[in-house]
């Protein structure tokens, strides 16, 4: 009994840990939606009437949010079968959790593989030069390709040379403290040394993408643990009840 209620415990623990980890996922998913709308408001829409193909910075959001919520029922169900010393529940929780496992590891590597991808820097640079060429003549695109100027801290779609041919200065977003500054001329040293918003977009967008992976292998992990809890404890279980099965017979034939 001292097993078990030990086996309990720690699962018990692993499950709050599942729980939070399942929240930060669905969090982190809407933080990823959030800030990659953003950058793909920005996209020509005319240009892509006849693109019915589906880029992976744009699924992996959703997929986060799902993941993340079920994680979180899976946790529930793991705590209740460990509460109640149901074997069917906990069956139930590991079949679920060997499941996230699996897709977890698969999406990580999928996101290793196809991270550096031709198809993910084409995603990119088309967003981003599509954003840079409407700026030219639609202010409410101009002012946010100026947001992603001022959070990635970049300049142009190329680097600020491209400015040259329609303007007589550069955007203020180009410019260290662009907020108390009036103009940011084509001579500022720290705006001609930024990169290009297309090959900055490209490196911020691998690097999130690259942690979110590491870290759902590193979760996988832990979740391995809780998968190996639970098997003891439904097998411990299945001991108990075919002890005192066999008991009853016994005391049935005395």
């Known amino acids: 009994m001292a097993k078990e209620e030990l086996i309990k415990g720690v699962l018990y623990v692993v499950n709050v840990i599942y729980a939070v980890f399942g929240l930060v996922t669905a969090a982190t998913g809407i933080w990823f939606f959030v800030q990659l709308s953003?950058?793909?408001?920005?996209?020509?829409?005319?240009?892509?009437?006849?693109?019915?193909?589906?880029?992976?910075?744009?699924?992996?959001?959703?997929?986060?949010?799902?993941?993340?919520?079920?994680?979180?029922?899976?946790?529930?169900?793991?705590?209740?079968?460990?509460?109640?010393?149901?074997?069917?529940?906990l069956g139930v929780y590991g079949f679920f959790l060997l499941l996230i496992i699996l897709g977890q590891l698969i999406s990580a590597t999928l996101i290793f593989v196809f991270v550096d991808g031709e198809d993910t820097d084409r995603f990119i640079k088309d967003t981003v030069?599509?954003?840079?060429?409407?700026?030219?003549?639609?202010?409410?695109?101009?002012?946010?390709?100026?947001?992603?100027?001022?959070?990635?801290?970049?300049?142009?779609?190329?680097?600020?040379?491209?400015?040259?041919?329609?303007?007589?200065?550069?955007?203020?977003?180009?410019?260290?403290?662009?907020?108390?500054?009036?103009?940011?001329?084509?001579?500022?040293?720290?705006?001609?040394?930024?990169?290009?918003?297309?090959?900055?977009?490209?490196?911020?967008?691998?690097?999130?993408?690259?942690?979110?992976?590491?870290?759902?292998?590193?979760?996988s992990l832990v979740e391995i643990t809780g998968l190996i809890l639970s098997w003891k404890l439904f097998k411990s279980l299945r001991e108990v009840e075919h002890y005192i099965t066999e008991r009853k017979e016994g005391e049935t034939e005395c």
């Not at 993340?68 to 946790?75: C, H, K, P, S, T």
């Not at 403290?177 to 490196?203: H, I, P, Q």
């Open 38 to 89: 953003e950058f793909v408001a920005l996209r020509n829409s005319n240009h892509y009437l006849l693109d019915y193909r589906v880029y992976w910075p744009q699924v992996a959001p959703w997929f986060f949010i799902l993941l993340g919520l079920f994680v979180m029922m899976v946790a529930f169900c793991g705590w209740c079968g460990a509460n109640k010393e149901s074997r069917g529940l």
């Open 129 to 219: 030069y599509d954003g840079y060429y409407n700026s030219q003549s639609n202010p409410d695109v101009f002012k946010a390709f100026g947001k992603i100027e001022r959070k990635l801290r970049c300049c142009g779609a190329n680097d600020a040379r491209d400015y040259r041919s329609w303007r007589n200065d550069l955007p203020l977003t180009c410019c260290l403290d662009s907020y108390y500054r009036a103009t940011c001329e084509f001579t500022d040293k720290e705006a001609n040394e930024r990169l290009g918003c297309a090959k900055v977009a490209s490196v911020y967008t691998k690097i999130i993408s690259s942690s979110v992976a590491g870290a759902s292998l590193l979760i």
